[in-house]
């Protein structure tokens, strides 16, 4: 996977800002490093406001992935 464009990294910001449940969220990973090398996911930690269903995670999940056009996403909640 190549390196996140800011375009890319955009849209995961918007995503959230309207997310009220959310604090803040982190990039991680292989996506920190100056040059991503090798084929890796993209790495994301939320900070919640409060604790929220496995299912409302794996919506975020899935409209990121919709919204940025990334298929290999994960997300980590920081609170857990």
Avoid: H, W
């Avoid at 969220?25 to 920190?32: D, E, N």
């Amino acid at each position: 996977m190549k390196k996140l464009s800011k375009k890319e990294k955009e849209k995961i910001k918007l995503y959230f800002e309207k997310q009220p449940e959310v604090i803040g969220v982190y990039l991680f990973g292989s996506q920190c490093q100056k040059e991503v090398k090798t084929p890796n996911d993209v790495d994301l930690a939320i900070l919640l406001k409060e604790e929220i269903s496995l299912r409302k995670l794996l919506q975020f999940r899935a409209e990121l992935k919709r919204i940025t056009g990334i298929s290999n996403l994960d997300i980590a909640v920081l609170n857990n």
